[in-house]
């Protein structure tokens, strides 16, 4: 089967557009810059945005470095109560700098940031995973969080059935614990999990969170089935969507249809459709084939695709796969819808 992955030039093109912009895409993982009027600010660990994983393991030595504005003492506690003390090195710039060695997992909290915790967990490689990167292939981005701190590409893809819409509890993943050597810990107790022999946790998902555990995280993604002549045969998700048609080798698709099946009805009439081009809201226009027949519009899939694929909108990736007696269209989104 030929899957064509449209995630490559339409990221470059997104990207572009923030540059002008002077805008950043929303960032759901890390607080880098200060606060206008913040007491503390770090130079880089640990990240502090709320529900973010810090990007420090048990037992990283980490160089914990920044300013106290008001050259107030900060200290870093530890979720078993003991703290350590971040000396002022500058008196000039109230510069703060201690390498400390996090050994304890769990909830670490800042004084005298009341309102400011981070997490430490162990080192996870998840084991037998389909990745995102495998269902909508490599996202380039200009984040440089993305590439070293948590890499999207890298998330556990778990297709969006009925079985999660109706409540039901997702599957559960294996994930190998090591140490900061790369070493298995066998039977060890974490708070979210017990290791077995070969340091192997089992962790159940959760349909309301993005993480496993850790920087593991997990992406959900829509799959649209249409048979061989663009007629709609199946959705993962149980949504039944209009028939679409074949030109040329190419499918086209209601387009309307498709973008209230993957948001809601509300944004149908969010999406232009001019006679070569295709636009969702104030985004970027992609070519397009328009096609009307019965007073619809039809677009081919490739291009409604690009028009939704962007992070702004909390899709993470998306692809089209072209096949003999079948044409899969893959939607990857951050959260359930």
Not at 1 to 29: C, E, G, H, P, Q
Not at 170 to 179: E, G
Not at 314 to 323: C, D, F, K, N, S
Request: charged share 25%; proline share 3%; hydrophobic share 40%.
């Amino acid at each position: 089967m030929k899957k064509i992955l449209v995630s490559l030039l339409v990221t470059i093109l997104i990207f572009s557009i923030f540059a002008v912009a002077k805008a950043r895409m929303f960032d759901v993982r890390t607080n880098k810059i200060a606060e206008e009027g913040a007491e503390i600010s770090f130079d880089n660990l640990p990240h502090l945005q709320e529900n973010a994983y810090s990007g420090i393991y048990v037992g990283d030595s980490v160089k914990i470095s920044g300013r106290s504005v008001n050259g107030k003492e900060v200290k870093i506690v530890f979720p078993s109560g003991k703290s350590i003390t971040l000396p002022i090195v500058d008196t000039t710039k109230n510069y703060f700098e201690k390498t400390i060695t996090f050994d304890e997992e769990g909830t670490y909290k800042i004084e005298p940031m009341e309102d400011k915790c981070f997490e430490v967990c162990y080192r996870a490689i998840s084991l037998n995973a389909i990745f995102l990167k495998d269902i909508v292939g490599e996202r380039v981005t200009n984040d440089d969080y993305d590439k070293n701190f948590v890499n999207w590409n890298n998330a556990v893809a778990s297709s969006l059935g009925m079985s999660v819409l109706l409540g039901e509890p997702l599957p559960t993943f294996s994930l190998l614990i090591t140490d900061s050597n790369g070493n298995p810990l066998p039977n060890l107790k974490a708070n979210k999990f017990t290791t077995n022999e070969s340091g192997i946790a089992t962790i159940a998902g959760n349909p309301d969170d993005s993480t496993i555990y850790g920087d593991v995280k997990i992406i959900r993604y829509k799959k649209f089935i249409f048979d061989k002549d663009g007629h709609f045969i199946y959705c993962s998700s149980g949504q039944k969507l209009n028939d679409g048609f074949f030109d040329n080798g190419r499918l086209f698709i209601d387009a309307k249809n498709f973008i209230s099946n993957i948001f809601s009805v509300d944004y149908a009439n969010d999406i232009t459709m001019a006679d070569n081009y295709t636009m969702f809201r104030n985004g970027v226009a992609y070519p397009a084939i328009v096609k009307d027949k019965n007073s619809v519009k039809y677009v081919n899939a490739e291009s409604v695709l690009a028009s939704i694929n962007t992070r702004s909108l909390g899709i993470m990736g998306t692809a089209i796969e072209y096949g003999n007696d079948k044409t899969i269209l893959y939607v990857a989104l951050s959260g359930v819808r």
